[in-house]
């Protein structure tokens, strides 16, 4: 049973504008959630995370929120770049890493 | 310097083989954990070790065997092969059990084809 979920398989954004990619969970016990970023024939790589306790975390370009009673968090990027264009990954911490299927972001220029 | 190294990166192998994937991490962690990412891009988590004890094991086939001799390796090892095992497996590891604002360090990926 999936308990991450992303349900955009792909979004595609112009050089510039901001991407806005969701998730959302059923386990309310997670206590933190995750991105990571994949590139081809390459290992995910950890982008940012947030703590239940909080509803925004900030890093660069990189904006995540979690909007704890709709079990829903988001990740900005502003602005985007076409460096961006990778698969997106959604994760949560239960007693290990719970991931969805991922969301495939193209930057166009 | 790879942080975490996986060997093969592919491998093609018949049914009814058996074949091992190897991983090392020079991070010093103390946990490590085998995902694999299915022909649906699905990554689920199959087995975890933190200091060579087993913590996590999913319902896994008996056919996959984790071995771990001394934590900065963890092997994965696969008897009789079968063509639903063909995917993607990734190594990776964490400072500790759950590595809660940290994340987990993945290494490249095996891509394993059973024919």
């Known amino acids: 049973d999936q308990q991450v979920k992303q349900n955009s398989p792909s979004l595609s954004v112009q050089e510039g504008r901001i991407s806005i990619l969701n998730c959302d969970y059923t386990?309310?016990?997670?206590?933190?959630f995750l991105w990571y970023k994949k590139y081809p024939a390459e290992g995910p790589t950890f982008l940012i995370s947030?703590?239940?306790?909080?509803d925004k975390n900030e890093d660069g370009r990189f904006t995540v929120f979690l909007n704890k009673s709709a079990k829903h968090l988001s990740l900005h990027i502003v602005p985007s770049q076409p460096g961006d264009s990778a698969v997106y990954f959604c994760?949560?911490?239960?007693?290990?890493?719970?991931f969805g299927k991922g969301t495939s972001l193209l930057v166009t220029p | 310097d790879t942080a975490v190294s996986q060997t093969p990166k592919y491998l093609v192998t018949q049914m009814g083989n058996d074949k091992s994937i190897k991983c090392e991490q020079n991070?010093?962690?103390?946990?490590m954990y085998w995902y694999k990412q299915d022909s649906k891009k699905f990554l689920k988590i199959m087995f975890s070790?933190?200091?060579?004890?087993?913590?996590i094991n999913e319902t896994v086939p008996n056919r996959f065997s984790p071995k771990s001799p001394d934590k900065a390796h963890l092997n994965l090892h696969i008897n009789s092969l079968e063509l639903g095992d063909s995917a993607v497996y990734f190594c990776?590891?964490?400072?500790?059990?759950?590595?809660?604002?940290?994340?987990?360090?993945f290494g490249s990926g095996t891509r394993l084809t059973v024919v």
């Open positions: 070790y933190n200091n060579k004890e087993l913590i």
């Open positions: 386990n309310s016990m997670f206590d933190y």
């Open positions: 947030i703590s239940s306790i909080k």
């Open positions: 991070l010093g962690h103390d946990t």
């Open positions: 990776a590891s964490s400072q500790e059990s759950g590595a809660r604002a940290g994340g987990y360090t």
């Open positions: 994760a949560a911490n239960g007693y290990a890493l719970n």
